[in-house]
């Protein structure tokens, strides 16, 4: 059983415990000590007192750190992919996945920390203009349960080498690899520089959001939660980096081969048993290859083993909780009364070795309609909806037609492909893959998926601002 302390200024700190459950099993994986409002604003002091010394340290002392973290990471992955397999359910190929591209984060911003540099702006007079990028200063991480060490290393590593310090959130429901691996961070970097307070959002995330001394916030999770620190964040005018929820579609066109989309819409729906931002949940598929993408679709549903993440044979695992569960098999539950038409799965299944999980069928809809609950609203679990669509511009329509702007992806060999692309009113789009996050690579949403972009130089930029410096060459004018 893993017990994990909160970090602050350096120490660890005693809390009360909370338990966190494997959605495989039932059973307790580990315990984490929970932060009060108390503990949130000692970290915050502690994140504050640490950094104008941080800010000051050289590049590569910062980028040392980085690699260190990095390095310690690889060194440990596979004790780590076992806790993430362990607190969250997913598939240890995933799992080991997320904590590879983890380390790679910090390797890719360690490698940055001597790379950012201001400008000289040509001025019309004789002034000298130069600017140059300096950290917000205190900086709160808010991490969302599925993707925990990717989603919150991002941020924490390009916080860390532009000088900022950082306070992380991590989830109530995956706490527990984050405490684990943010021991190395606590370990590298001075005293103060990293705080990790876990405890409900509620209490530790909303502190975070509205107190004055923290400098800058960046929040992954819920649209609903991402407008309550947006609003809490109003107060001190803290900027917030909001990576939020997504309604992914997938325009299949004929020109294509199906058998490879419906390969690579089913991957995207069923990975993480659909618990992703970016997950493929509609396809808007041309009538003319309709039923053949469905009947590969489901094929490829139906031959998906469930169970626990650690077997091998495995392909998909529970989604995270009991409540979970139960709203997705609402959600199947509407459809079928909206008139959809469910082609595969839709229940809890019926193996006996199941039932002390939070397990859903991989499930495919066919029929929907672009004003079905199913079609409209993220669902989070591992649900797809199919959509006929008779040509590009009504599958761009139905594509753009949500609140959701996170994730699109084209499927199509044909060159209109990138035009298709700059039609798309989402911030991630992909040709003939799924969405894929890569730490070079920028990440975000629009509209009420998110603001701003983190990741790759991005991610630079969004924990920094530019300070402009004016050098005055002739003198003032005697105009008094
Ligand atoms: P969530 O319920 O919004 O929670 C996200 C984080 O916010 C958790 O750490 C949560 O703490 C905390 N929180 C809850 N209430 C808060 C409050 N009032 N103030 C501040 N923080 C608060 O989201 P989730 O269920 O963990 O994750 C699923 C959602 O995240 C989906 O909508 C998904 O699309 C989105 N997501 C987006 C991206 C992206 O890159 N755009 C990536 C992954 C996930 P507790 O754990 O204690 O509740
Ligand atoms: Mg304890």
């Known amino acids: 059983m893993h017990s994990f302390d909160m970090q602050i200024a ?20 580990g315990t984490v000590s929970i932060g009060t409002r108390t503990d949130a604003i000692d970290a915050v002091e502690a994140a504050a007192d640490a950094q104008k010394k941080w800010a000051e340290s050289s590049p590569n002392r910062r980028e040392r750190a980085l690699l260190t973290v990095a390095e310690r990471i690889e060194a440990n ?8 397999v362990a607190e ?10 997320e904590v590879l591209e983890t380390a790679q984060q910090f390797r890719f911003y360690a490698g940055i920390a001597d790379k950012i540099r201001g400008d000289t702006v040509p001025t019309p007079t ?3 203009n130069y600017t140059k990028r300096v950290p917000y200063g205190v900086t709160a991480h808010i991490i969302p349960w599925n993707y925990p060490l990717l989603l919150g290393s991002r941020g924490i590593a390009a916080a860390l080498v532009t000088g900022n310090t950082v306070i992380a959130k991590p989830p109530s429901q995956a706490p527990l690899s984050t405490m684990w691996y943010g021991k190395f961070l606590v370990e590298e970097f001075p005293a103060g520089v990293v705080n990790i307070v876990p405890g409900s959002g509620s209490e530790i995330g909303a502190t975070l959001s509205d107190h004055p001394s923290v400098d800058a916030i960046t929040f992954t999770g819920s649209t609903r939660v991402g407008q309550q620190v947006l609003e809490a964040a109003a107060a001190n005018i803290t900027p917030v980096d909001l990576e939020l929820g997504g309604k992914a579609p997938a325009i299949v066109l004929p020109d294509t081969d199906i058998e490879n989309a419906a390969r690579g819409v089913a991957q995207g729906i069923f990975s993480n048993a659909g618990q992703n931002c970016v997950a493929t949940s509609r396809a808007l598929v041309h009538e003319d290859v309709k039923k053949e993408f469905t009947d590969l679709v489901v094929e490829k549903a139906e031959r998906i083993t469930l169970g626990s993440g650690f077997d091998s044979a495995t392909d998909m695992g529970p989604v995270i909780s009991a409540q979970a569960q139960d ?39 066919d029929d929907v309609t672009p004003t079905m609950q199913i079609a409209c609203e993220e669902i989070f679990g591992p649900v797809l909806s199919i959509l006929s669509v008779e040509s590009i511009t009504e ?6 037609n949500s609140p959701y702007a ?5 499927w199509t060999d044909g060159l209109h492909a990138t035009r298709i692309a700059d039609l798309l009113d989402h911030g991630l789009v992909t040709i003939n893959t799924f969405p894929v996050s890569m730490p070079q690579s920028p990440w975000g949403g629009n ?28 003198e003032m004018e005697d105009t008094f």
């Open 10 to 29: 350096g120490e660890p700190r005693d809390g009360e415990e909370s338990s966190v459950e494997n959605p495989a099993t039932g059973e307790t994986v």
């Open 395 to 400: 599958a761009v329509e139905i594509a753009n």
């Open 447 to 474: 509209k009420e998926s998110g603001l701003g972009r983190e990741g790759g130089y991005e991610g630079v930029e969004a924990f920094t601002t530019v300070d402009s410096v004016v050098i005055e060459h002739d």
């Open 77 to 84: 992955q596979d004790e780590l992919s076992e806790l993430l």
């Open 88 to 97: 969250t359910g997913k598939c240890l190929a995933t799992a080991k996945g």
């Open 126 to 128: 004789n002034r000298f």
């Open 327 to 365: 709203d997705i098999l609402g959600y199947v539950e509407t459809a079928q009364e909206e008139g959809a038409t469910l082609r595969t799965g839709g229940d809890i299944p019926d193996n006996p070795n199941l039932q002390d999980g939070h397990f859903v069928e991989p499930t495919v809809f």
């Open 406 to 410: 996170l994730a699109a992806s084209i």
